[in-house]
């Protein structure tokens, strides 16, 4: 039983990130990350620089952590 419970465990913890992301209206593949594409489609009136502003890694994608930040500073509607 003890078994099971740690795989079950650390299944929840591996995919949780994503499911929190997946679980907004921007991330509509639920890969866990929001591509320009997706963002464009959630905010259309929001301008590509907005996007780059998020993207704080550079890697064309946003992270749960860059979404949340970006809601935190007041760019994204929390």
Same mark, same amino acid.
């Given at each position: 039983?003890?078994?099971?419970?740690k795989?079950?465990?650390?299944?929840?913890?591996l995919?949780?990130?994503?499911?929190?992301l997946?679980?907004?209206?921007? *991330?509509?593949? &639920? $890969?866990g %990350?929001?591509?320009m594409? !997706?963002?464009?489609?959630?905010?259309?009136?929001?301008?590509?620089?907005?996007?780059?502003?998020? *993207?704080?890694? &550079? $890697?064309g %994608?946003l992270s749960?952590? !860059?979404?949340?930040?970006?809601?935190?500073?007041?760019?994204?509607?929390?």
């Amino acid at each position: 039983m003890t078994k099971d419970l740690k795989a079950t465990a650390l299944t929840v913890l591996l995919f949780v990130p994503g499911l929190a992301l997946a679980a907004t209206p921007m *991330d509509t593949d &639920g $890969d866990g %990350l929001v591509s320009m594409k !997706e963002f464009q489609s959630a905010m259309p009136d929001a301008s590509p620089a907005v996007f780059d502003e998020l *993207d704080s890694n &550079g $890697d064309g %994608l946003l992270s749960e952590e !860059e979404v949340t930040a970006g809601q935190e500073a007041g760019i994204l509607p929390a």
